[in-house]
């Protein structure tokens, strides 16, 4: 990894991350978190800060199509890795099913923990396309909704995997 | 009746649910502007201090650094959400009362520099002895919080209404019992932030806040700024629950720091930040004394609080009066007494939570009445059945409440969770259990003394007439506002909900609304937008009647085409028309308002729990306890909910599933706790443990049909008032599978165990 | 929150990796899944200097068995690898139970067992059930390899006997003749919660005798446990109900619980009694599970 000094003696590190199908190269701090780096870098800002500890789940993205949360993974810890965000979810405007499966049952509210449940959805779906109830409760167990009771996060889950 | 409309009562998605889904959706803390510096508060390390100096030389000099302000660069007024108490300042100037409260603000060129600045503000404080509980606080020789609070007591109310003492003595049974709530947060998932910037004398601000017009009257009260010249709005909000109400350190922080440096500011909360200032549910202490016939009729109530306010008011006071004023609603009876202290204490201010003041003394009296139905050996639903309220009567203190379907809640939720075959019937470790509930909808009267309405609304049609635009200020803050309200507007209309837009909540571009609390804006925000929509229609079909040569009388619109009533062939789009009234008259502009009548009784307080309507609930438990462990299952759960006439159900069951999850939470497993020193040992959604998708049981949301006469299309709340039962039905749910009561929220693991122990 | 300033290296192999640590010194740590270390970073309880990755490493994150040795598991292979090994599914399901019972999905996808180990926090899920199955550490440095039982590894919270500039490459389960296994993790909620009590057992049966059972207790001493004296109650014994009660509180006597937020002292000590016996009827009926 190529390493930049300035001249307070600060390091940067070049990194390159491969976000929703696309190459971004960046000279960032070791303390750069992937949060950070989507949020501020890259100005993806459908990666929400929630907790920053790890604890909610707003920040969760798809590391090699795992769901991690971004706040507790560094940037160049990243580096080479391909990173699916929400805004890489529906594809040319197009949304995918779990998106309108979230819509038609009601399963919004304040919309902050969406972003991280669709991609722990999306995930879980893609590894297990008929899982149970208890698999997706399990699923999105780190993901935490204040809003819905998470009742129509499951229902929505659930349909969006009957159709598939 | 439902049958003629075709805008609403219909489960139309979401209007921002394409940003929400997409992750389009910017909050507050994803905006960006040019030049802007970013901004945060530095928080005492004290729970009570003298400062003595603050040196702020060394932050100043760091490269990067901006500006830092204390209390010598701001106001000296005091503020408080409600004006009966303005105890708080921006920033702390003789004294620091809680772990948390503010000192200092920091703005500089990025995250990093802002904390590494915060670390380099030296304060010299004087510690003084402090106080963590509501009792010892009252004690003499206490150590005293504020000069004006003599004893520590901020708030002190003592009604009185009918004859209590011969109830009592009418009375086949007298009870008391004693209950204790606890200190809980809303947690919305959202941090807030907020985002300042001027131009010339005006200050623009972005804020995740519940009201963007009190908070435009208090930064232009504490700041003496015209209200004209302070813009506030809002973009997304990623929930609220009580919590965005008052302004925070955040808004007036960035004000300033923006002004000083001519940049905007970005400051935003921490997680930890919120557990500090987002003035979470007061912990209370609650005497609750019933007399009743021999049948269980209710003859006098006395309830005998005292709540623990933390460090400073802000709404307090009315959640204060709002833990007595509702307890009458429900269940009619003619004697009523209700005493309350609220303290102060060295830990952060408490303020509204969902539900406000009314969650746990419903906890409180819900558990009292199994109690008392146990011993009259009456089924509990049905002691609750003879006491509730019919519609169309008066509380003690003089609420009118005309529609009322608590009865109808009560039987409906009897039936579809089994009650009959499972209360009392069930095993050993399990048990079933049922509470009531409700709210307002809305607040009579505003939180400061004003004559302005309590919502405008204005709705203009496009010049091709192929959309309309709602100009509100409702706060959609989640819960679906912006949604029902254009499902509202279209319908009085006659229009398309497809075919609207809505511009919310900014006081320069929408209209005056006093915002999302007290569960106001279905019925007050949609009473605005039912005349605006309304005028609207008057319009077109007054164009409309010119147009086709009959009266207007004639004419009705209804899903955008104007049509004759008497020959339903005979059509005109609505857009048509509306182009028409363009060339004529110009821009086709609906106007409504609304302030709700004169409500209330004459008794000191009278104005809190005033409300043009008030919804009811039932809700009922099932629920699994391991009598090793003291585990607590929640395996099903039933809501029948009376809220009026539903606009969007499906929104609307969304509600009720959060308010009970939200209930639940609190019931088992929420509470904030603080070490001995005041500190504050889990702000964290780790520690504070919200319940998880593994947690939550499956939940059936039903209704009865009520229509209230006051209220547009006969509109009620529910989303506060879904919550208001869940603790009580726990309670009565857990007591059925132990055979016994856990008298003090939440009922952890470890309480229910140590009972199970206790009674063995 | 703020994350502080530290430099990064990432060494692309074992040997770099050793030296760099060496070279290093104290200051510099070892960063795995870094799901523990860089939120106390955040909280300022840990300001390394530097932090040097095993993300290279490769064959860190294998999970083989190795004939004559039993089955190894690289330190870098996380929770979910864990959980999702078929090699342990089959072998040691108890192992992927404890994994799969960590944290969160999103945690158990970048947390590591090396870090979870390493982290000597007193109530982590994975140790007990490893300490119940025998399991010994590798740990290498510039002046080689040396292998230590894990029971013996821990010294305190947070503390073990882990050198400065040794690395933990890996964690053995020797093959053994134990026939059941489990891990009871009891956390007060059902996702994202710490344990309160944590019960590990191995037993070995033979129809109704108990031949030999080990009780690894977490979250109830300094450092996980072995609850000896229960054990030894089991060993030669037919098991009964009752048995298996007295076990309980045999093992409720020797844990050493502190209070704190998550529970009393004596509701853990209840718990250890609840949970030993419900693990070890368990792991006796139904094998490693």
Redesign the interface.
């Known amino acids: 990894m190529q390493v930049v000094v300035d001249n307070n003696g600060i390091k940067r590190y070049l990194v390159t991350l491969n976000i929703n199908g696309d190459s971004y190269t960046r000279v960032i701090k070791a303390n750069t978190l992937l949060v950070k780096f989507l949020r501020e870098e890259i100005d993806l800002t459908g990666t929400k800060k929630g907790c920053e500890l790890g604890d909610c789940g707003s920040c969760t993205v798809l590391m090699d199509g795992k769901p991690v949360n971004s706040c507790i993974v560094l940037a160049v810890e990243a580096d080479g890795h391909e990173i699916t965000t929400i805004e890489g979810v529906a594809q040319n405007n197009k949304l995918d099913r779990i998106q309108e499966s979230f819509i038609e049952n009601a399963a919004i509210q304040c919309g902050y923990c969406t972003p991280g449940m669709v991609l722990s959805a999306k995930a879980l779906l893609t590894q297990n396309p008929h899982p149970t109830e208890q698999e997706v409760r399990t699923a999105i167990a780190g993901n935490l909704c204040r809003c819905t009771g998470y009742v129509n996060i499951v229902k929505a889950v659930l349909v969006a995997a009957d159709e598939q | 009746m439902s049958d003629n409309y075709t805008q609403i009562g219909k ?1 139309v ?2 209007i ?12 507050t ?2 905006i ?1 502007f040019s030049n802007m510096l970013v901004g945060k508060l530095l928080l005492s390390p004290h729970a009570h201090a003298r400062i003595i100096s603050i040196d702020t030389s060394e932050a100043e000099k760091l490269p990067g650094v901006k500006a830092v302000i204390t209390h010598k660069d701001v106001p000296s007024k005091r503020y408080g959400l409600s004006p009966a108490r303005w105890d708080e300042n921006i920033f702390c100037i003789d004294k620091v009362r809680y772990i948390g409260d503010k000192v200092a603000a920091v703005a500089a060129i990025d ?2 520099t802002v ?1 590494k600045a915060l670390k380099l503000i030296k304060v010299d404080y004087e510690v003084l002895p402090a106080v963590f509980d509501a009792f010892e606080a009252m004690k003499e020789g206490a150590p005293q919080i504020f000069e004006e609070y003599p004893g520590n007591i901020n708030t002190e109310i003592h009604q009185n209404f009918g004859d209590l003492d011969q109830a009592f003595k009418d009375a086949y049974y007298v009870r008391t019992d004693r209950y204790d709530g606890q200190r809980t947060y ?6 807030h932030a907020t985002i300042a910037y001027w131009e010339g004398s005006k200050v623009t601000v972005y804020s995740s806040i519940q009201s963007v017009h009190y908070l435009q009257y208090y930064l232009s009260q504490v700041l003496d700024l015209k209200m004209g010249d302070v813009r506030v709005l809002k973009t ?4 609220g ?1 009580g919590g965005k109400m008052d302004p925070s350190g955040l808004d007036f922080g960035a004000v300033i720091l923006a002004k000083k440096t001519g940049r905007p500011v970005k400051m935003w909360f ?2 930890e930040d919120m557990f500090f200032n987002n003035r979470g549910r007061h912990p209370q202490f609650m005497n609750i004394t019933t007399g009743v016939t021999k049948e269980g009729k209710i003859l006098g109530v006395h309830a005998d609080f005292v709540m623990d306010g933390g460090a400073y008011t802000g709404l307090g006071i009315a959640s204060a009066y709002y833990a007595g004023a509702l307890l009458t609603i429900l269940y009619d009876f003619e004697n009523y007494k209700f005493d309350m202290l609220r303290v102060v204490t060295n830990l952060p201010g408490c303020g509204a939570q969902r539900g406000h003041g009314q969650p746990q003394p419903r906890y409180a009296f819900e558990s009292h009445l199994d109690n008392i139905a146990e011993h009259l050996g009456i089924d509990p639903l049905e002691m609750r059945i003879i006491n509730a309220r019919k519609p169309g009567t008066l509380t003690v203190q003089g609420f009118r409440v005309d529609s009322y379907g608590l009865k109808e809640a009560m039987e409906k939720a009897r039936e579809i969770s089994g009650w009959r075959d499972k209360k009392g019937k069930l095993p050993q470790g399990r048990g079933i259990g049922m509470g009531n509930g409700g709210f307002v909808s809305g607040a009579g009267y505003a939180i400061y003394r004003t004559d302005l309405p309590h919502s405008v609304a204005t709705i203009k049609v496009t010049d091709d007439g192929t959309s309309a635009i709602l100009y509100t200020g409702a706060v959609e ?4 506002s912006d949604t029902v309200l254009c499902q509202m507007a279209a319908e009085a209309m006659g229009y398309r909900y497809e075919d609207m837009k809505i511009v919310a909540a900014d006081t320069d571009l929408a209209a005056h609304d006093l915002g999302a609390y007290a569960s106001r804006q279905t019925l007050m925000s949609g009473a605005a937008v039912k005349q605006a929509g309304e005028d609207v229609n008057k319009k077109i079909l007054d164009t409309a009647a010119e147009i086709m040569g009959v009266s207007n009388e004639e004419l009705d619109c209804r899903d955008g085409i104007v049509f004759v009533k008497s020959n339903p062939e005979i059509t005109k789009t609505f857009a048509e028309v509306a182009r028409t009234y363009f060339v004529k008259n110009g821009q086709l502009i609906g106007r409504g308002s609304y302030k709700p009548p004169k409500l209330g009784g004459v008794h000191k307080g009278s104005a809190v729990g005033t409300s043009p309507a008030y919804s009811a609930a039932t809700q009922v438990a099932e629920v699994v306890i391991d009598e ?2 003291g ?1 607590i299952e929640v395996i099903e759960a039933w809501d029948v909910h009376d809220c009026g006439y539903v606009i969007n159900p ?2 609307l ?2 509600q009720v ?2 308010a ?3 209930g639940m939470g609190e019931a088992i ?1 929420e509470e904030v ?1 603080f070490d001995k020193n005041g500190k504050l ?2 702000g ?4 504070y ?8 049981p ?2 059936a949301s039903e209704l009865v049909d009520t229509v209230d006469p006051n209220a547009p299309w006969g509109v009620k709340e529910v989303g506060e008032g879904a919550t208001t039962p869940t603790m009580g039905c726990i309670s009565n749910a857990v007591y059925d599978a132990i055979g016994v009561r856990v008298k003090s929220l939440p009922f ?3 309480k229910i ?2 009972a199970i122990k206790e009674k063995k | 929150m703020n994350l502080p300033d530290f430099d990064y290296y990432i060494p692309a192999s074992l040997q770099d990796a050793c030296a760099l640590l060496a070279e290093k010194g104290p200051g510099a740590k070892v960063l795995a899944g870094g799901t523990d270390l860089l939120n106390k970073m955040k909280h300022e309880l840990m300001a390394p200097e530097v932090l040097i990755s095993l993300k290279k490493l490769d064959q860190l994150t294998s999970i083989d068995y190795v004939s004559g040795k039993g089955v190894v598991i690289g330190s870098m292979a996380t929770h979910n690898a864990i959980s999702n090994s078929s090699l342990l599914q089959e072998k040691y399901l108890s192992v992927c139970e404890a994994a799969q019972h960590m944290a969160n999905n999103q945690v158990r996808n970048v947390g590591t067992i090396g870090g979870n180990i390493v982290n000597a926090v007193p109530s982590a899920d994975l140790p007990p059930i490893f300490i119940a199955l025998g399991a010994l550490l590798t740990l290498v440095s510039t002046n080689g390899e040396r292998v230590m039982p894990l029971e013996e590894f821990f010294t305190g919270p947070g503390k073990t006997h882990l050198a400065p500039d040794e690395l933990l490459t890996g964690i053995v389960i020797p093959d053994n003749s134990f026939t059941g296994s489990t891990y009871i993790k009891f956390g007060l909620r059902r996702s994202g919660a710490l344990a309160v009590v944590g019960v590990a057992v191995a037993v070995e049966m033979d129809r109704n005798i108990c031949k030999d059972a080990r009780i690894a207790l977490g979250a109830v001493a300094p450092v996980p446990m072995r609850a000896k004296k229960a054990e030894a109650m089991m060993i030669g014994n037919a098991i009964t109900d009752e048995l298996l009660e007295q076990v309980g509180v045999c093992a409720s006597t020797e844990c050493n619980p502190i209070s704190d937020i998550r529970g009393s002292e004596e509701y853990r000590r209840d718990m250890v009694r609840v949970f030993t016996k419900r693990a070890l009827r368990k792991a006796i009926n139904n094998g490693h599970v």
């Open positions: 489960s998605p979401r921002d649910a394409f940003e929400k889904v997409t992750g389009q959706a910017k909050y803390a994803d960006k995250e990093e904390y809303q947690c919305p998932l959202e941090p997304y909000i990623g929930g629950f921490d997680r803050i989640g819960q679906g090793e462990t585990e499906a929104l069951h969304g599933h959060g009970f999850y939200m497993w706790l040992m889990n964290n959604l780790a520690e443990r919200l319940p998880t998708a593994l947690d939550m499956p939940v952890t693991y470890e165990w140590r």
